[in-house]
């Protein structure tokens, strides 16, 4: 017993050092990185949308700017929520570090949804509760105090839905992404038959079906944890569905290897493009040096984009995995994560710096709506 209660307190100590580092590292990190990419990404749309012609290309980079700011709105809610309850793992809804804190149901730390059930940071299937003196509460005890309606509520529900969400716009901005990638490609390849092949009507379409498949997969998980809410029997038909290793499986490689694989492939082909000295292959004949130029930096900051989601993405589905499988959550495993996360904030917020130096045209128009800005103050 006394060995049981040793690993507790071990186990009480790294718990209360991470959530103290996380609500440090969310309010002097990830919250200053997370607004000012919103910023940028409000910058991308009010810039892009003084280009009055249409393009794929400038439809999918307004689109992922959009993607990319409704991904770090939602996680700013989820750091606000961290910094007010002082915890940042779904179902943590006390938590006075000197005292006591209590920790059961459904966990997802870091706003990353579960596809499984319940599941304790310390590596138990059931959730763990935390009395002052740092001894488990198990047992009667421990279903009486799950029971107390004091525990989890609309701030446990708010969390598991903002995680859905982000989940959601997560898949969306890789799709996107990939969705940019590619019609960088028929630009490059195919560019006398760029607007035949990429019309109007058919990136719309494609937007749409990005949007659609996205909803798919973020919502029928979010879906869950509503029901779950409201008491609704659908809520273990969802349940069993979503805790299917098939199912996950599935879901991991349809929504997150395949655009991976692809964006990848894009990713080889533009290069392929760019590297080479004779770039009229895939310019027409009247285009000037200049264009030329611009044609090519525009595909080296459409590669740079996709880069960034290459690294950062994995990551993101790493941290899925990783909960998924009920691993133990240690310092080190903790130290991972939290370097993961900030690469996947820096993802979604760095874009507008690769179009400031590689896209001239966005410049031009940078400085024109300032200029109309200065003009309308006047």
Avoid at 336 to 362: D, P, Q, W
Wanted: net charge negative.
């Amino acid at each position: 017993m006394e060995g049981v209660s040793t690993v507790a307190m071990s186990d009480v100590d790294s718990y209360t050092c991470m959530l103290s580092l996380e609500v440090d590292l969310t309010k002097y990190l990830y919250l200053p990185v997370v607004l000012l990419g919103i910023v940028g990404n409000m910058i991308v749309l009010w810039v892009w949308q003084a280009d009055s012609s249409f393009s794929p290309s400038t439809f999918f980079i307004q689109y992922l700017a959009l993607s990319d700011a409704l991904y770090l709105a939602v996680c700013v809610a989820q750091y606000v929520g961290t910094l007010v309850q002082g915890s940042p793992f779904t179902g943590v809804d006390e938590l006075d570090l000197n005292n006591s804190f209590t920790f059961s149901g459904d966990v997802t730390p870091f706003g990353v949804p579960l596809f499984s059930g319940d599941v304790s940071p310390f590596g138990g299937e059931d959730g763990i509760s935390f009395t002052g003196d740092g001894a488990p509460v198990t047992g009667e005890d421990s279903l009486m105090h799950e029971e107390d309606p004091s525990i989890g509520g609309d701030g446990a529900l708010f969390s598991e839905v903002a995680g859905d969400f982000s989940l959601l716009f997560s898949i969306m901005s890789v799709h996107v992404t990939l969705a940019l990638a590619v019609s960088r490609c028929v630009a490059v390849y195919r560019p006398l038959r760029v607007h035949l092949i990429l019309s109007r009507r058919r990136v719309i379409i494609a937007s749409v079906v990005i949007a659609c498949w996205s909803l798919l997969f973020g919502g029928l998980v979010m879906g869950h944890h509503i029901c779950h809410a409201l008491g609704s029997s659908c809520a273990d038909d969802i349940q069993e569905r979503l805790a299917d290793p098939v199912y996950y499986l599935s879901v991991l490689v349809i929504a997150g290897c395949l655009p991976l694989l692809l964006m990848a492939a894009s990713n080889v082909a533009l290069l392929v493009k760019v590297c080479r000295r004779d770039v009229t292959s895939y310019l027409s004949d009247d285009q000037t040096r200049a264009s030329r130029q611009r044609t090519r930096r525009l595909t080296l900051g459409v590669v740079c984009i996709t880069t960034t989601s290459l690294l950062a993405y994995p990551v993101y589905l790493s941290v899925i995995a990783v909960f998924h499988a009920q691993m133990n959550i240690n310092i080190t495993v903790f130290i991972v994560m939290c370097i993961g996360r900030l690469i996947n904030l820096l993802s979604h917020s760095i874009n507008v710096i690769f179009y400031a130096i590689f896209a001239s045209e966005f410049r031009r128009l940078l400085v024109l709506r300032f200029a109309q800005l200065r003009g309308s103050c006047k």
